[in-house]
């Protein structure tokens, strides 16, 4: 072993010793975040709207969240992530914004607030909400992947001699 890679080693072993336990995780956008402490680092979550309160100078948005697809909508096919409140400033429809809905948020983590889900407590992360996007009511058209082949064949001998094909296939 080289030298270098000993002292890296030692490094690493000494440091992942002295970690701190971490802070309480909630599960959110395709994976689990810290909900005791905000961070500025931007992320992008999205779910299914469950709650809106407008207050006097923000609304907050509950969400059931799920992983985003390819475009960043709400895959609801899958599995819940648990919930999130969305903090945005200003004041937001609730027509528009109504329970069902699908939003995808960018913003950067809030404190931790505690809430109730049909009597339980929980710890919900907060999302301080940069932007929101607000999808169509309608699904998603199915993604046509497009796809091709081509086959190249050469044959010899038999019966009737030799031969070379090409196909194109779509």
Not at 68 to 73: E, S, V, Y
Request: glycine content about 18%; some cysteine.
């Amino acid at each position: 072993m080289r030298p270098g890679t000993r002292a890296l080693l030692a490094a690493f072993a000494l440091i992942s010793g002295c970690a701190a336990a971490p802070p309480t995780s909630v599960p959110v956008g395709g994976g689990t975040v810290p909900v005791e402490r905000a961070s500025p680092r931007p992320v992008e979550w999205g779910g299914q709207i469950v709650a809106v309160e407008n207050r006097r100078d923000v609304t907050e948005l509950e969400i059931l969240a799920y992983p985003l697809d390819g475009d960043g909508r709400p895959d609801t096919s899958a599995p819940s992530l648990g919930r999130f409140v969305a903090v945005r400033p200003g004041f937001l429809d609730p027509a528009d914004y109504a329970p069902g809905r699908l939003v995808t948020a960018r913003g950067s983590l809030g404190p931790a607030r505690t809430g109730t889900v049909g009597g339980a407590e929980l710890r919900l992360a907060t999302l301080k909400a940069e932007s929101l996007r607000l999808w169509s009511r309608e699904p998603p058209p199915p993604r046509v992947v497009p796809y091709g082949t081509i086959g190249i064949g050469f044959g010899s001998g038999g019966f009737h001699g030799g031969g070379v094909g090409i196909g194109i296939g779509f």
